[in-house]
């Protein structure tokens, strides 16, 4: 499940000190994306570090980190695994940040009802016309997408963001303006970094 470990991030959780984790494998295949090896190019090319592993770093970093950011790939697709890992993580007394492309939003409402997600950041990959071509894929079900939405509105109304990568001729400014309208709020804007050639 999970196949890298960022030690300490200024900048993945708003406003703490965290450690990062990237799960393997995805269910969208975004051409611009910067993990794209983990995500669906080769996961299984990179080992697979244990989640006990990850739960002994992490006591050790009790009195030096208040969180883990929970990226990927990604993070849902792996359900009740991630589910118990995420718990597992909350009892040691951290802050749960969870990054997600928003296509299962029964996976984000379990993690709120067993209250060990307390932040989550959503993708928001370009407007609805548009979505699948920019994720990858021929055909998508939007309604999940907007499912999320609402959930990280009602039941994270503090503790969310919505975030779009502008990607070159694929991402424009007035499709973003769009999303903002349908959503209702801002969307931060993350700069496009040419991705390195996977080798």
């Not at 969208?28 to 995500?39: A, G, L, Q, V």
């Not at 951290?94 to 989550?120: H, M, Q, W």
């Not at 779009?164 to 973003?176: A, H, K, S, Y």
Request: proline share 6%.
């Amino acid at each position: 499940m999970i196949k890298g470990l960022e030690q300490l991030t200024l900048v993945d959780y708003p406003g703490h000190i965290a450690a990062t984790v990237f799960t393997g494998n995805c269910n969208f295949r975004c051409p611009w994306c910067h993990n794209k090896e983990i995500s669906y190019i080769n996961p299984d090319a990179f080992p697979t570090i244990p989640e006990e592993e990850i739960i002994e770093f992490m006591r050790s970093r009790i009195s030096k980190l208040e969180g883990l950011c929970i990226t990927g790939g990604e993070p849902t697709i792996w359900e009740e695994r991630l589910l118990k890992f995420m718990g597992n993580i909350k009892e040691l007394g951290f802050l749960v940040k969870l990054d997600s492309n928003g296509t299962k939003p029964e996976f984000i409402l379990e993690a709120k009802k067993r209250n060990i997600v307390d932040y989550v950041a959503m993708d928001i990959k370009n407007i609805f016309e548009k979505y699948a071509e920019t994720a990858g894929l021929i055909t998508l079900d939007i309604e999940p997408i907007k499912r999320s939405i609402e959930i990280l509105k009602n039941d994270f109304p503090e503790h969310h963001q919505f975030r779009t990568t502008m990607v070159p001729n694929l991402v424009f400014e007035e499709d973003i303006v769009k999303m903002e309208e349908y959503i209702g709020e801002k969307i931060i804007r993350q700069e496009y970094k040419e991705p390195r050639p996977v080798e």
